[in-house]
């Protein structure tokens, strides 16, 4: 008995209106979104949410399924929820050279296919990955402590909006040459010299995805996309902490592709316990082409000195910077800046730091501020904030790992404290550590030792200086030795704003002008805002840009002379 052939759906074609738009976001840098960041009824159906919180219930305490995937036995890297309970799942074992190996074998045909159809397969990749955002979102909360609203925003249409943004990048780039071209060079005497050349983007090889802990979705589908586009296999490496978020995206697109008729080897996942060296292993492998990583610049640093064989796409960490010098409205600049140091605990990649104003003060809507005023009104500021505990949990999430913890300890050993860190009850899980930010005042001789380090989570330092002169100086300084995500000035003397931009252009870091309502320094939007830099030693990568993209592959040409009519007789 005959059965009839499976057809293979053209994904292109269903999502090329998508990916045109996609590319037409990044060359305008307008407002644009297809995944709507509101976890509403309305939006995702009214079963979505209750569906997808069940589905990461579900998976508490049992094996993670992985239909296919190659390994050898499980194994359980310790996943316990920064509200309060283990997660107990198990994931396929699969070593570094076997992995490597699988991947290999799985490129040919997806090399073959073409960037349309790439681009196809990756953009339905991620429209399932937007009808599971409420599953990932519970994922990404109970590995990272996010917020839920946070989770669900930034762990899944955030990640996703720069998922596509790649996938755009990546595709609008390898679509630069044609497919094919006749090339006729006229002679003086006798018929022109004619060939027929092909132009194929070819992928450089295995690609290896390092995620961190804090944000493993939002940070990792920009490489993952853009290598997967590119014609490259994907080793998708989790930080221990979080595995589930990347595994579940990793069975989705092994689904996506094995409908599409390829292997679904071309995404892999490799979990590990803690301790592991999996990672370092893989980074080394001749054939590990492509390397890219989130999290400590210990790491970053060890992989961009021995990773030779690979490029190498970093994201690592810096001295985010607020230089104060006025406002008209300092009662908003306090409130936003309040809520840009308790976000997330200040865990993110982006929250600042070092906050340089003169010592003598600012000039303000209400009157003059010293430095140690200011450092009194924003710790008031945060007091606001933070004063009702089921507000507070929505903001600040919960503590991460003992790193942060330890952070915070040391911190209240340093300069003056003017708002010590504090507990804060969850009303809803009891056991989950909730800490507000902590203020310490500084100074910009005496504590140089001290702010010219990062301080990963809830830790701030207000730090006296000469003059916003003195200030810009320290800025440019600061940022060129040791890095930054971020940068933000306040200012209402256009001169003291330019020169602003020109420190920050100098320091090769984005900057933020008088935010003062409700865009804040730590947030971007993808298809407009670049995320990291370049151009200083906090990352190697911008997410994402054209440069993100053109590593990962290469342009070959074959070629033939054209044959006439009358030779081929």
Request: charged residues 20%.
């Amino acid at each position: 008995m005959q059965h009839a052939a499976t057809e293979v759906p053209d994904f292109f074609a269903r999502h090329r209106t998508l990916l045109e738009q996609a590319v037409a976001a990044t060359e305008s840098r307008e407002h644009w979104t297809p995944y709507p960041e509101s976890p509403s009824k309305s939006v995702y159906g009214e079963d979505a949410a209750g569906l997808g919180e069940a589905a990461f219930r579900e998976q508490i305490g049992r094996p993670f399924d992985l239909p296919g995937h190659p390994g050898e036995g499980r194994v359980a890297p310790e996943e316990r929820s920064p509200y309060g309970f283990p997660l107990g799942i198990s994931y396929p074992r699969l070593s570094p050279t076997a992995a490597v190996a699988a991947a290999k074998d799985a490129t040919a045909a997806w090399r073959a296919a073409g960037p349309d159809t790439r681009a196809g397969v990756a953009a339905e990749i991620l429209a399932r990955l937007n009808a599971a955002s409420f599953e990932i979102a519970h994922a990404v909360q109970h590995t990272t402590g996010q917020a839920f609203v946070m989770a669900f925003q930034a762990g899944g249409p955030h990640a996703q909006d720069r998922g596509l943004e790649a996938v755009a990048y990546a595709w609008a780039a390898q679509k630069k040459h044609p497919a094919a071209a006749r090339w006729s060079k006229p002679q003086r005497k006798g018929d022109a010299l004619v060939l027929d050349k092909k132009f194929s983007p070819v992928g450089r090889g295995v690609s290896l995805l390092v995620a961190c802990n804090t944000f493993p979705t939002w940070n990792g589908y920009p490489g993952l996309f853009a290598s997967l586009v590119t014609g490259n296999p994907v080793v998708v490496k989790p930080h221990p902490g979080a595995v589930l978020p990347l595994a579940i995206t990793v069975r989705i697109a092994r689904e996506v592709l094995a409908e599409a008729g390829f292997s679904p080897d071309l995404v892999l996942l490799v979990a590990e316990a803690p301790g592991g060296r999996d990672a370092a292993t893989l980074a080394l492998d001749p054939d590990v082409r492509i390397v890219d990583f989130t999290g400590s610049t210990e790491f970053g640093d060890w992989l961009e000195t021995h990773a030779r064989q690979a490029v190498v796409y970093t994201e690592k960490a810096g001295l985010n910077t607020v230089v104060l010098d006025s406002t008209d409205d300092y009662r908003g600049l306090l409130g936003n800046l309040a809520f840009s140091l308790s976000l997330y605990s200040g865990q993110m990649c982006t929250t600042p730091q070092n906050l340089l104003l003169p010592r003598e003060g600012i000039a303000t809507d209400q009157g003059r501020r010293t430095a140690d005023e200011f450092a009194t009104d924003l710790a008031a500021a945060l007091d606001r904030l933070l004063g009702d505990p089921a507000r507070a949990a929505g903001t600040l999430g919960a503590i991460v790992n003992d790193g942060v913890r330890d952070r915070l300890k040391d911190a209240a050993g340093v300069g003056r404290t003017v708002r010590a860190s504090a507990s804060v009850e969850h009303p809803e899980y009891a056991e989950a550590d909730v800490r507000t930010p902590l203020v310490a005042r500084l100074d910009a001789e005496a504590d140089r030792e001290v702010y010219s380090r990062e301080w990963f989570g809830p830790v701030s330092f207000v730090i006296g200086t000469d003059s916003t002169r003195h200030s810009l100086e320290l800025f440019r300084a600061m940022v060129r030795a040791h890095g930054a995500l971020t940068a933000a000035v306040h200012s209402t003397d256009e001169d003291v704003l330019a020169s602003a931009e020109e420190a920050a252009l100098d320091a090769g870091v984005h900057l933020s002008e008088n935010f003062t309502g409700q865009i804040f320094v730590n947030q971007s939007a993808a298809f407009s805002d670049f995320h990291g830099s370049a151009a200083n030693p906090a990352a190697s990568a911008t997410l994402s840009d054209a440069a993100f993209v053109a590593g990962r592959f290469a342009v070959l040409q074959s070629r033939r002379p054209v044959v006439t009519a009358e030779e081929s007789v």
